[in-house]
């Protein structure tokens, strides 16, 4: 909770005008019956939601389902049950600046009509940069690397969606955390890559290198 109410209060900080604010909460216990959080840290991230976004649209889930299926269910939302044309995540432990929406949506509308991007995000090319090889580089795009704070569109979630839902029905019945024990490291190989690790972040990695796409950062 102290990480979330950081960020909560980051995001409050960016113009929101024109947003709508989702909340996703995963639960305590795996379907295992695995405890991997404590009951008054999930009921105090829900409470500090109720109090910097009262107005946010909460989906809490009773199990812990893990981060892949949390991001499935969470994508369907947007762009399955209410057709969002564009969507921005973030966790629960990137905090922004006043501007970084700004940044995202300036980004999105820039690169709107290029078919070879897929995600973008805002938080620079490598967080350990120097404040002046920042400035000299401030008109520049680099590969994106975390999926921190990024943005995704519809229209390319739509095309990635295919080869996603591979990955998310080999998963689907284990626990997140032991998926490398699945059948993943086979499918990633059967796609041509050399096995790094089973996240959902890197299946969605793999799925934007296969359709050709690059993800991209300020």
Known sequence: PHYLKQVLESLLKNDLSDIDVYFFQDGAVTLSGKRVAEDKDIEECINLCNTYFPNA???????????????????KTFFVSNQYERAIFFEDD?????NYIKNLKYIFDKYKDDDRISLISAYGEAWDNSLSKQWENSQKIAPMEHH??????????????????EYLELIRGIEYRESNKGKVP????????????????????????????????C
């Not at 649209?57 to 994508?75: C, F, H, P, S």
């Not at 990137?94 to 006043?98: A, D, E, R, T």
């Not at 990633?188 to 796409?213: H, P, T």
Request: glycine share 6%; hydrophobic share 40%; net charge positive.
């Open 57 to 75: 649209t909460k989906i809490i889930q009773k199990d812990n389902i893990g981060t892949a299926l949390q991001y499935d269910i969470a994508e």
């Open 94 to 98: 990137l905090v922004v600046l006043p």
């Open 148 to 165: 921190w704070g990024f943005g995704i569109t519809r229209k390319f979630w739509e095309k990635r969606q295919p080869i996603v839902e």
């Open 186 to 217: 086979e499918w990633l190989k059967n796609y041509g890559f050399r096995y790094s690790c089973c996240s959902q972040d890197f299946a969605k990695q793999v799925a934007a290198l296969k359709l050709n796409k690059v993800r991209i950062t």
